[in-house]
């Protein structure tokens, strides 16, 4: 059985790098800092996950993620944010994400949700 694959999305490096500590062991892990190069591996690296922050510095995290819904509307989204409330003025109610987590987060019970997300995740698919 393949590993999970999991798209890390973050115009800090540091995170990226946080990111793909925390789940290299469980998950193949890619990270791009872009919009554009988020998108451009959707196709290419075929993630099931993608962790994606709301503030890039090409495009917002909404917009990525109605190209990514637009793309394979099954991918689980896992939104980074650090605002209180992102879905007020959005079009999340169309373009759901599958898990929207607060900044600053806690590393162990990010690596938790997203278990048990990836968990129901292959569930729903093979079943």
């Given at each position: 059985?393949?590993?999970?694959?999991?798209?890390?999305?973050d115009?800090?490096?540091?995170?990226?790098?946080?990111?793909?500590?925390?789940?290299?062991?469980?998950?193949?892990?890619?990270?791009?800092?872009t919009?554009?190069?988020?998108?451009?591996?959707?196709?290419?690296?075929?993630p099931?996950?993608?962790?994606?922050?709301?503030?890039?510095?090409?495009?917002?995290?909404?917009?990525?993620l109605?190209?990514?819904?637009r793309i394979?509307?099954?991918?689980?989204?896992?939104?980074?944010?650090?605002?209180?409330?992102?879905?007020?003025?959005s079009?999340?109610?169309?373009?759901?994400?599958?898990m929207?987590?607060?900044?600053?987060f806690?590393?162990?019970?990010?690596?938790?949700?997203?278990?048990?997300l990836?968990?129901?995740?292959?569930?729903?698919?093979?079943?």
């Amino acid at each position: 059985m393949r590993k999970c694959r999991l798209l890390c999305v973050d115009d800090q490096a540091g995170i990226r790098i946080l990111l793909g500590e925390i789940f290299k062991n469980d998950y193949d892990v890619l990270s791009v800092g872009t919009g554009a190069e988020a998108i451009e591996m959707i196709n290419d690296f075929r993630p099931d996950v993608v962790i994606l922050d709301m503030k890039l510095q090409d495009m917002d995290g909404e917009e990525v993620l109605k190209n990514i819904r637009r793309i394979n509307e099954s991918i689980c989204v896992v939104i980074l944010t650090g605002y209180d409330d992102i879905t007020q003025n959005s079009d999340f109610d169309v373009f759901k994400p599958d898990m929207i987590v607060q900044k600053p987060f806690d590393v162990f019970e990010l690596k938790e949700e997203i278990n048990l997300l990836m968990t129901e995740y292959f569930v729903v698919v093979a079943g």
